[in-house]
């Protein structure tokens, strides 16, 4: 596929970007950056935040890794609904009432300073680290794509990716993005869909043929009952449960779009329909990897030994120039769906729970979140560079390790500060945070000697909150807590 051609597509793509972006951001300020002034329609942030919860991750990684993993990814996705329903139920009721713009300021009414402290920081830590990894897939593509045959550096083209994000989301914030991702979600589905039909016509199935086909192959197993399996079903369920509490209830980024709609029945809505329709986007994706291998097989190719390089090697090697077109297009959406919004994030968690934006002018809040905006957009791109020569294994894998040793304190101490009566020692809380996850990984590392052959893969999460939750525990009292704004 020509360089040009593609270059020429993204071009296209963000102009459009930058059309939504000029349309939303006129007269806007910091409530408007920050909640789109809490009047965001609960079915459009529904749909935009698929695209954001998913990623470039999911639109390679999740194909690639049906070969070693058939469908087993499906036991994580049905394990969300239950994470969900817990968001819907507990945590967004919460922030609702206590009126947040950053979800950690509950650790501060619950704990105090440096619980709070502690929390944002682990939150920037780890989306941070996220949204590089998720970022640094879609760059490589691009890179293989585009810069290469061009002689441009990779350092290079992530700047550029950067600099684009930065361009349509340092204005308009939230109330842009709500509106971006719902056409860079409708933009994926679109890619996923016509992939798979392109792809099963070419092989001359039709739509029942399609799911005979996929039936029958050694890819469609989705459940596992080995214990020591690390596809095992309880295993899988719970990681994702949790999974999603942690990265969607506990995040900034994904409850910044819930907290912009208009009420809390709004914001339940969207996140009960969004569970639902993610299930059915995760089948495509799974059953996408299996029409890649399928159609791999039946052509005599041999495919890469990554699972993360089949679709882009397939797609700009095998397939057809529109289904190349379509490829590039799907990873572009997805991917900037899900780095738009962090960025936007992570400014807002930074300017609100460390700079006490609230206290300053509106000329002032502006000028440091332009400046905020800026710095992250710069570590974004160091994070990147750097995963790319430390990087030695799969994206989604990298994703969800990363997820499991970041996310895990906030999970202890959300659990804690909303299941216990106790009142912790405050400025013992974030030696608690950092020894938990260092335990956790000498646990995980060594769990087949100690544990009789048990191997820990998304679930050092889990570990990682019951150790912080033990550590909380060990640090306090049956002091009366804080009580809570009504």
């Known amino acids: 596929m020509s360089p040009t051609l593609i270059i020429g597509l993204i071009i296209a793509y963000f102009c459009i970007l930058i059309l939504i972006s000029y349309l939303t951001s006129k007269n806007t300020d910091s409530e408007t950056f920050f909640l789109a002034n809490r009047k965001s329609p609960w079915y459009v942030v529904a749909f935009g935040m698929i695209g954001t919860s998913?990623?470039?991750?999911?639109?390679?990684?999740?194909?690639?890794?049906?070969?070693?993993?058939?469908?087993?990814?499906?036991?994580?996705?049905?394990?969300?609904?239950?994470?969900?329903?817990?968001?819907?139920?507990?945590?967004?009721?919460?922030?609702?009432?206590?009126?947040?713009?950053?979800?950690?300021?509950?650790?501060?009414?619950?704990?105090?300073?440096?619980?709070?402290?502690?929390?944002?920081?682990?939150?920037?830590?780890?989306?941070?680290?996220?949204?590089?990894?998720?970022?640094?897939?879609?760059?490589?593509?691009?890179?293989?794509?585009?810069?290469?045959d061009l002689g441009v550096p990779f350092a290079v083209s992530v700047i550029i990716t950067i600099t684009l994000i930065w361009v349509y989301t340092f204005r308009g914030g939230m109330k842009t993005i709500i509106w971006t991702d719902t056409f860079q979600t409708a933009a994926m589905l679109v890619a996923v869909i016509v992939s798979i039909w392109l792809i099963s016509d070419e092989l001359n199935m039709g739509f029942q043929g399609l799911v005979q086909s996929v039936k029958k192959s050694q890819y469609s197993q989705v459940f596992f009952w080995d214990v020591k399996d690390s596809r095992y079903f309880l295993k899988q369920f719970l990681s994702g449960a949790f999974i999603a509490i942690v990265m969607t209830g506990l995040d900034q980024d994904m409850m910044q779009k819930n907290l912009s709609c208009k009420n809390i029945w709004e914001a339940q809505k969207n996140m009960l329909s969004f569970s639902i329709i993610l299930v059915f986007v995760n089948t495509f994706f799974l059953t996408l990897g299996a029409l890649?291998?399928?159609?791999?097989?039946?052509?005599?190719?041999?495919?890469?030994?990554?699972?993360?390089?089949?679709?882009?090697?397939?797609?700009?090697?095998?397939?057809?120039?529109?289904?190349?077109?379509?490829?590039?297009?799907?990873?572009?959406?997805?991917?900037?769906?899900?780095?738009?919004?962090?960025?936007?994030?992570?400014?807002?968690?930074?300017?609100?729970?460390?700079?006490?934006?609230?206290?300053?002018?509106?000329?002032?809040?502006?000028?440091?979140?332009?400046?905020?905006?800026?710095?992250?957009?710069?570590?974004?791109?160091?994070?990147i560079v750097a995963f790319d020569v430390l990087n030695n294994q799969n994206v989604i894998t990298a994703v969800f390790t990363v997820a499991g040793y970041t996310y895990g304190p906030l999970l202890g101490l959300y659990t804690f500060g909303l299941y216990t009566k106790r009142a912790v020692q405050d400025r013992f809380v974030p030696a608690v945070c950092i020894v938990s996850p260092i335990l956790t990984y000498i646990i995980s590392a060594n769990s087949v000697e100690w544990f009789w052959g048990y191997e820990f893969g998304f679930e050092v999460l889990i570990l990682n909150g019951f150790l912080t939750f033990t550590g909380l525990m060990a640090v306090s009292n049956k002091g009366k807590k804080l009580e809570l704004a009504q």
């Not at 950690?104 to 929390?119: A, D, I, N, V």
């Not at 041999?302 to 590039?328: M, Q, T, W």
């Not at 799907?330 to 899900?338: H, P, Q």
Request: hydrophobic fraction near 50%.
């Open 292 to 383: 890649l291998y399928i159609y791999a097989e039946s052509k005599g190719i041999s495919l890469p030994a990554k699972g993360d390089d089949v679709y882009p090697y397939l797609a700009l090697n095998h397939f057809s120039p529109f289904l190349g077109i379509v490829f590039i297009l799907g990873i572009i959406a997805i991917t900037y769906a899900s780095a738009d919004s962090a960025l936007t994030a992570l400014t807002t968690s930074f300017c609100v729970d460390f700079l006490n934006f609230k206290d300053r002018s509106e000329q002032e809040r502006v000028r440091m979140r332009y400046i905020v905006h800026f710095a992250f957009s710069v570590i974004m791109v160091l994070v």
């Open 54 to 148: 998913l990623s470039g991750v999911t639109f390679v990684s999740i194909p690639g890794m049906v070969e070693k993993a058939q469908f087993s990814y499906l036991q994580v996705v049905l394990g969300y609904l239950l994470g969900y329903f817990v968001i819907a139920t507990v945590l967004m009721p919460l922030y609702y009432r206590l009126n947040l713009v950053s979800i950690y300021t509950y650790l501060e009414q619950r704990f105090g300073y440096w619980s709070y402290k502690t929390g944002a920081a682990f939150f920037l830590l780890s989306r941070t680290l996220g949204a590089s990894i998720r970022l640094f897939l879609v760059a490589g593509v691009l890179q293989l794509a585009v810069f290469d």
